[in-house]
């Protein structure tokens, strides 16, 4: 099973709302990385968080690593179609050999015009 | 141009035969990753080599083998291949295995193993 949970698995809003998506963590998180995948697509950076607090803007996509360093968010203000995608949660898990990133289970963005 | 290539862009292939799937990144990173995509959604970690001449096992390993002969290369291969490996493989890669380094994408591979 996977260790970083994404909620909603889906969702479909109408053009101009604002929506979140959330990445809990069963474990402390020491670095946080949202990707966005247009279908059929690869995978695009948009940020990482580091600091349990920090709050990071990109456009209008604000995401935030809550204080206890368990949970992350991710807000997009007015959507717009462009937004439509798929969002993946990663992080930084310890093995004994190293770091390796894992992901969440995604989130399927849908934005009705 | 820099980045990361996966080699094939899609394939079918017969159940029982033997596949590699290839990727090759030119920015010289150390980390690279083997993930797969089933109904569009979340990756799941296959393997991954945090530098040349070493791998690990993810959360999928069964029925995947890989090798890092190079700190450039990091090819998949499917022994046997099973119709529960249909799936788009992303191959990944980043500066290091340190906490918090932004890792980037190939293209992905689309397999229909039928």
Redesign the interface.
Known sequence: S?ELE?SP?SLIVQEGKNLTINCTSSKTL??L?W?KQK?G???I?LM?L?KGGEEKSHEKITAKLDEKKQQSSLHITASQPSHAG?Y?C?A?KA?D??????????T?LMVKP | IAGITQAPTSQILAAGRRMTLRCTQDMRHNAMYWYRQDLGLGLRLIHYSNTAGTTGKGEVPDGYSVSRANTDDFPLTLASAVPSQTSVYFCASRTSDRRNTEAFFGQGTRLTVV
């Open positions: 996977q994404q698995q020491y670095g990385y990707y279908y697509e690869g995978l950076f990482m580091q798929i993946l990663g930084d093995d050999a190293g770091n390796m990133l894992t992901f969440g289970g995604g399927r």
